[in-house]
């Protein structure tokens, strides 16, 4: 997905992105988005870890292509360490994305293991309203 700096996908993106953050109890700078080079795509740093890597970062990771997914930093700084997908929808509502990064975080099993594929026009649209600050959920 192309997103200009002005266009309602962009401000979507970047709204629906902090409301998932404001859902998880994060400050501020916690996310960062990235609209271009497609696909587009966001990083949030979790305050907490995962039970079975006590000793690595932890952060949920949205992508365009898959949507939500909860990672681990590798101990050598490369490639992120994919656990699950939450896989029910590529724009959840921000309490479900929340819910899903505190299950985890908790040692519940939740997700899927596989990424999912979404149509890119309809994830094009959802972001596009996500640009009015009317869809706070």
Same mark, same amino acid.
């Given at each position: 997905m192309y997103l200009e700096?002005?266009?309602a996908q962009a401000r979507g993106l970047r709204r629906y +992105?902090?409301?998932?953050t404001e859902a998880l109890g994060l400050g501020g700078t916690a996310y960062f988005v990235?609209?271009?080079?497609?696909?587009?795509?966001?990083?949030?740093?979790?305050?907490?870890?995962?039970?079975?890597?006590?000793d690595r970062d932890a952060a949920l990771l949205w992508s365009e292509d898959t949507g939500w997914s909860l990672v681990v930093e590798s101990h050598c700084g490369e490639d992120l360490i994919v656990l699950a997908y939450l896989g029910a929808?590529?724009?959840?509502?921000?309490?479900?994305?929340?819910?899903?990064?505190?299950?985890?975080?908790d040692g519940?099993?939740?997700? +899927?293991?596989?990424p999912p594929v979404w149509d890119p026009v309809? +994830?094009?649209e959802r972001l596009a309203a996500y640009s009015a600050p009317a869809l706070a959920g």
């Amino acid at each position: 997905m192309y997103l200009e700096y002005e266009d309602a996908q962009a401000r979507g993106l970047r709204r629906y +992105v902090r409301l998932v953050t404001e859902a998880l109890g994060l400050g501020g700078t916690a996310y960062f988005v990235q609209i271009d080079p497609p696909p587009a795509n966001a990083y949030l740093a979790l305050e907490r870890r995962l039970p079975e890597f006590p000793d690595r970062d932890a952060a949920l990771l949205w992508s365009e292509d898959t949507g939500w997914s909860l990672v681990v930093e590798s101990h050598c700084g490369e490639d992120l360490i994919v656990l699950a997908y939450l896989g029910a929808d590529v724009l959840p509502a921000p309490r479900v994305v929340a819910r899903f990064a505190a299950d985890l975080c908790d040692g519940v099993a939740a997700g +899927v293991l596989e990424p999912p594929v979404w149509d890119p026009v309809d +994830v094009r649209e959802r972001l596009a309203a996500y640009s009015a600050p009317a869809l706070a959920g």
